[in-house]
């Protein structure tokens, strides 16, 4: 086995839909675990990015002075409004982490529906997860060489760029459904005309 650490970005990780269960990296064996640095915070989901508060969880010693190491002065210490935010989302929210949840899957289950009827050429897989949908804009004609640039020009709908998670990703878009459904169905809508 060679020597390599494992750093799991676990920051979505209470963004199941549909009553699923998380399952960390580094539980999924004794030597996974020895190897990961798991990464978390509340920023994602209780919309608390401005408070800078995140955890880093290292079971093994050597790796965790490591990247504490590495850290040096670049990662900042934590900020007691970010801090008692993180620690009122965790024991506090618990009822409104299930509304959020309940939102989250029905605005899913729109936005694949309206893709499915409305987005000629356009094919989504229903995230599992988190408030972010993956669109594959490959078929549809007008907008399948760079459907970032013509989404934005034509419908007025900014979306993140397939492209920039890679070559892979040419072809894609990227939508945030968190949001209010008022708006999801504006932008859909938008998009439908571009496509038309």
């Not at 492209?163 to 209010?180: H, I, K, M, T, Y």
Request: charged share 20%.
């Amino acid at each position: 086995m060679r020597d390599v650490a494992i750093v799991a970005d676990e920051i979505h990780c209470d963004l199941l839909l549909d009553g699923r269960q998380h399952v960390p990296m580094a539980s999924l064996a004794p030597e996974i675990e020895q190897r990961t640095i798991t990464l978390m915070a509340p920023s994602k989901t209780f919309n608390l990015p401005g408070l800078k508060c995140a955890v880093g969880i290292v079971p093994d010693a050597e790796l965790r002075q490591r990247f504490v190491a590495a850290g040096a002065d670049l990662v900042p210490k934590i900020n007691l409004l970010g801090y008692t935010a993180a620690v009122a989302a965790y024991r506090e929210a618990d009822a409104w982490l299930d509304e959020l949840l309940a939102y989250l899957a029905d605005n899913r289950d729109f936005l694949v529906e309206q893709v499915r009827t409305r987005l000629p050429g356009v094919v989504v897989a229903p995230p599992e997860a988190t408030y972010l949908a993956w669109l594959d804009c490959r078929g549809a004609a007008p907008a399948a060489d760079d459907p970032y640039t013509f989404f934005l020009e034509r419908a007025r709908v900014a979306l993140s760029d397939g492209s920039a998670f890679g070559p892979g990703g040419a072809g894609f878009v990227r939508l945030n459904f968190g949001c209010p459904r008022t708006l999801l169905a504006q932008g859909l809508e938008r998009m439908r005309a571009a496509l038309a």
